[in-house]
């Protein structure tokens, strides 16, 4: 069985962008459903390498909320099409802890996508024992992701 890489995206932008973002969801969990296949948007020009599995919807306010299964690593660049294609930006954290993979993505209005990873020495930085309490160990990466992003975010500014 080959490993899934889970995405977790929050999109934002317009009423009416986020509708459109949440019809293809609808649309591609429906027919994940009925077809017990992986599925991708109908306007993208050729079939993805990763297709999108185990679809979870959630509406929250203004922004749309969509948890998805890819094949081995996260499908960064189908979310930008799809960001592109309904005019909205998002936040993209993905993780794969079977090959150590923990990454997060900032795809910002003025169409700049920002990245962040986990790296081997920052599995050191972090003192928690993840047998006793994984959640807590998530929740370091999480934080060290924010405040690479943040440092990503310092640089651009100061240049």
């Known amino acids: 069985m080959l490993p ?5 995206v929050l999109f934002s932008g317009t009423k009416q962008a986020i509708k459109k973002v949440e019809l293809l969801f609808a649309e591609m969990q429906e027919l994940e459903l009925s077809t017990g296949q992986g599925q991708y948007p109908a306007f993208f020009p050729s079939a993805p390498k990763r297709h999108f599995y185990n679809i979870v919807r959630v509406a929250s306010g203004d922004d749309y909320f969509v948890s998805f299964d890819t094949k081995y690593y996260p499908n960064i ?8 294609q309904c005019e909205v930006f998002f936040k993209l954290n993905s993780k794969l802890p079977e090959m150590g993979l923990y990454e997060k993505y900032v795809y910002k209005p003025d169409k700049s996508c920002q990245h962040a990873r986990i790296d081997p020495d920052d599995f050191f930085a972090v003192d928690i024992d993840p047998v006793t309490n994984p959640f807590d160990l998530y929740d370091c990466f999480d934080r060290i992701l924010d405040f690479k992003l943040a440092l990503l975010d310092d640089l651009q500014r100061s240049q």
Not at 4 to 8: D, G, H, P, S, V
């Open 77 to 84: 660049h189908d979310l930008l099409l799809i960001a592109d």
């Open 4 to 8: 899934l890489c889970e995405n977790y």
